[in-house]
């Protein structure tokens, strides 16, 4: 009977999440009814600045295309609220695969997008509106034609999860070959990130330093500067998941009772704060 009686309390304590788990599911909540709410906010805005205009310029181009990622994205919170509100899935398992994907295929193509933005303000690219439309294009053919099938071929499938559960494919990690892509989408982020961040620096200091004091009176400072605000961006919400994830890709086998997970889910939760770009330059904070 004690014996018994244990196992009845080990089994409740695994079923029943800690007061922790709670909170942090509080807050996952709250990220993505903030997120929700000011992402649609902003793409509904954007978008009607962008029929206003009658001059469409490459960056144009790439504005609407984070616009349609954005919009996408939005459309599968409400799927993800409902799961951890109700504490269960009830929309099969390719809605759950398709949704998990979802925030990654938006993660790595907003980021794209912005080093796009970046390279062109830097380097004062130019390009004819027919070359913009033309690897824009290829970027969403890529994503939608080769990514996306793959992906949803082989995301969750070496393992066996129950069907009233989703977001929870942390025992793919095991897979070698999911541990290199995990390993290399880190490896890339980071130092893509880390080395605009210095040349942008380098660039606006070296401005400030030629048109002091009156920076923001020339255009080219202000270029450069409003620039720097997708770098900021990638730093606040794309940094933090990919730092965390080594952490939890090398302490995963250790973690048997899966508190690492509800952390793991807050900072996946953090890479869709993105969203919120557009209403940061609609609000004038960086626009």
Not at 199 to 214: E, N
Not at 255 to 267: A, Q, S, V
Request: with cysteine; hydrophobic share 50%.
């Amino acid at each position: 009977m004690p014996n018994s009686s244990t196992a009845q309390l080990n089994h409740s304590s695994s079923v029943m999440p800690p007061n922790t788990s709670e909170e942090l599911n509080i807050i996952l909540i709250a990220l993505y009814i903030i997120n929700l709410a000011g992402g649609t906010l902003g793409v509904i805005m954007m978008s009607h600045q962008l029929f206003q205009r009658r001059q469409q310029s490459v960056m144009t181009t790439i504005i609407i295309s984070l616009l349609v990622l954005h919009t996408f994205m939005l459309l599968s919170i409400p799927f993800r609220l409902s799961y951890y509100i109700l504490g269960e899935w009830k929309f099969g398992r390719f809605a759950c695969k398709l949704t998990s994907a979802i925030i990654y295929l938006h993660m790595y193509s907003t980021f794209t997008f912005y080093v796009a933005i970046i390279l062109i303000r830097l380097f004062r690219l130019e390009f004819r509106k027919c070359y913009t439309v033309a690897w824009v294009t290829a970027v969403w053919l890529v994503g939608m034609l080769v990514i996306t099938p793959i992906l949803l071929s082989y995301y969750g499938t070496s393992k066996t999860y129950h069907p009233s559960k989703c977001f929870q494919f942390q025992a793919e990690i095991q897979e070698m070959h999911m541990l290199i892509l995990n390993y290399c989408f880190i490896g890339i982020l980071v130092a893509v990130c880390a080395v605009l961040t210095v040349i942008q620096l380098s660039v606006i200091y070296r401005l400030a330093v030629k048109y002091w004091p009156d920076v923001n009176s020339h255009v080219e400072f202000r270029a450069q500067a409003k620039s720097f605000f997708f770098i900021l961006v990638t730093l606040v919400c794309f940094m933090p998941h990919h730092v965390f994830r080594v952490y939890y890709i090398q302490n995963y086998h250790l973690d048997k009772d899966h508190k690492l997970l509800p952390y793991n889910e807050i900072f996946v939760a953090l890479t869709t704060m993105c969203c919120l770009d557009m209403l940061c330059f609609i609000a004038g904070i960086a626009h």
